[in-house]
């Protein structure tokens, strides 16, 4: 049976040009031709193309918390590891290349970068956007104090009391310095990525992330 891990790495090879980095490139030829005969073995329909690994586990919680299985329904969930990649991918994704339905999640401040990618790709722009980032979204959506609390839950009251000690902290609200805390160690935002989802009330998600899902 087809693995969508297997298509993801397929797909990032294939964006990569590997090993060169250049179009043509024998290697990502041939992760093409993968990820095509993955896609069709999947059944895929529509890909969601997502910034980095934080959105990644924050969507596919969200996909849990209701009880519905991305795959089985044809969807391909993609990181694709920075904003300044969707073209590529868009184009790989899209019309010109598996022909699948293009739909994604991005910050603000990225907006410009999907909607030339949605362009270069003939695609509708079909792609919602977060107030700063998904981060962001989260936390207004919990409070900074709930948010603490999940902090907590994790074991990670130390090293946050740590890092409201420091200078740079001083004289920032709490929301600042929450957002700040989930960003200063490799793979905590993807962890809370998670975890902020599965905290979330109900009727509480994030206006962006419930709208993507609810249009998958």
Known sequence: MA??????????????GAPGGTAGDPAADRAGDLAADLAADLGLRTAVL???????????ALAAREDRDLTAEGVAVVS?????????????LGPPGLGLRLTGLCDVREEPFFDRGWQRARAPRDFFVCVADLEDELIRALGPERVE???RSED??????????????????????????????KGRKIRYGRLLVEALPP????APLADLLAGL
Do not use: C, N
């Open 156 to 185: 990670e009251l130390r090293p946050w009391q740590t890092f409201l000690g420091q200078p740079a902290q001083h004289g920032r609200d709490r929301h600042q310095q929450v957002r700040r805390f989930l960003s200063t160690k």
């Open 203 to 206: 009727g509480r998600t994030p």
């Open 80 to 92: 694709m590891g920075g904003a300044m990649s969707v073209g590529r991918y868009a184009g790989l």
């Open 149 to 151: 609390e999940v902090i």
């Open 50 to 60: 997502l910034e980095g690994p934080s959105d990644l586990a924050a969507v596919e």
């Open 3 to 16: 693995d969508m891990d297997a298509f993801r790495d397929e797909i990032a090879r294939w964006a990569a």
